[in-house]
């Protein structure tokens, strides 16, 4: 049910909320160029901007940016609380700003249309200025606005939570599990005589599991799925390739970091995979600070959400590794 605009009797305390977050020292200049007292903001990213800027957001369409003026259009309790959710526009910033390549200039409150339009599409609708790993693919458009919502909404929860204190375990609620296929290593480095005793183990929060041990091998084959629940605030999946020994400390072979959310995002997104004909959902980029051999693409196969990742184990002198994942949603 809508309710009156704010310029008919009593504020509601949703738009009292609303006007407090916009009293905030950071919102008081526009997320993207640094106007003073914006009188625009987009629910959907969470940010105050000025009315060139607006303009701007406007043309990205509703599917990235829904622009309401923050004192003469309705706002509903569901928009007000995602944005006090958000927190302003120096919590939104330091997500979708935190690397501005060198030599690209954030754009000043009187600054062309153009070059105010090249940043703000690189910001929001291109990713460009995320971390490399959080970066999500394009897709078919008929399901883009629901993978830019769920993504827009997982980028402030996993900020969020890495400011705050872990949720005791009686109160950690599960979202999801992940099957997870140690396919195969390769060129795995040498931890006895002429071989290793590889295996893996892979650790998510307070849970781990590991697989079999394969004797005197560097380029050995598992094939085997070990199963791990995802929590709702989660976070790196970490692997390690460990060299069994029996009469001393097992040697570290290897390890890499592995991030989820491409997966787990595109996942939810699009709901009941079975839905589906086989087809690229989304992809966790190769860059300079993950492990990744290549880009690692998340897809629908035969009605299950999967990524193939190949992976070069840092801190060793060598070897690779391939998993593939699996999303199976909690019914």
């Not at 509903?76 to 302003?88: F, K």
């Not at 400011?163 to 006895?192: C, H, M, P, W, Y």
């Not at 839905?275 to 290549?294: C, P, R, V, Y």
Request: include cysteine; hydrophobic fraction near 35%.
């Amino acid at each position: 049910m809508s309710r009156p605009s704010a310029g008919l009797g009593k504020p509601s305390s949703g738009r009292r909320r609303l006007k407090e977050l916009s009293l905030q020292r950071d919102n008081r200049a526009c997320a993207d160029c640094g106007a003073p007292d914006p009188k625009w903001a987009s629910a959907n990213i969470g940010v105050f901007v000025c009315l060139k800027c607006c303009s701007v957001h406007r043309s990205l369409g509703t599917r990235i940016s829904k622009v309401l003026s923050v004192s003469l259009d309705e706002w509903s309790d569901d928009q007000i609380d995602a944005m006090i959710e958000v927190g302003g526009n120096d919590s939104a910033n330091s997500i979708y700003e935190a690397f501005i390549p060198e030599g690209y200039s954030k754009p000043g409150p009187d600054s062309s249309h153009e070059d105010r339009a090249k940043f703000i599409r690189s910001k929001y609708e291109l990713q460009q200025f995320l971390k490399p790993s959080l970066r999500i693919s394009s897709i078919p458009g008929a399901k883009k606005s629901s993978l830019q919502a769920t993504f827009s909404r997982k980028l402030m929860a996993s900020f969020r939570s890495s400011s705050s204190s872990q949720k005791a375990d009686s109160l950690v609620e599960f979202i999801g599990n992940l099957k997870i296929t140690v396919v195969k290593g390769t060129n795995l480095a040498i931890r006895d005589m002429l071989s290793s005793d590889p295996y893996v183990i892979l650790t998510l929060g307070d849970q781990k599991v590991q697989t079999t041990i394969v004797k005197s091998n560097l380029n050995p084959i598992w094939n085997e799925e070990l199963l791990l629940s995802v929590p709702e605030d989660y976070g790196i999946l970490k692997l390690q390739v460990y060299d069994h020994d029996t009469f001393s400390a097992d040697d570290i072979m290897g390890e890499a970091d592995i991030d989820i959310q491409p997966l787990i995002t595109s996942a939810m997104a699009f709901g009941d995979a079975g839905m589906f004909t086989n087809m690229q959902i989304g992809k966790w980029l190769k860059s300079h600070d993950n492990a990744l051999i290549e880009d690692s693409t998340v897809n629908i196969v035969d009605g299950k959400v999967k990524q193939e990742i190949p992976l070069k184990l840092q801190n060793v002198e060598s070897g690779e590794l391939y998993l593939e994942l699996e999303w199976i949603p909690v019914d």
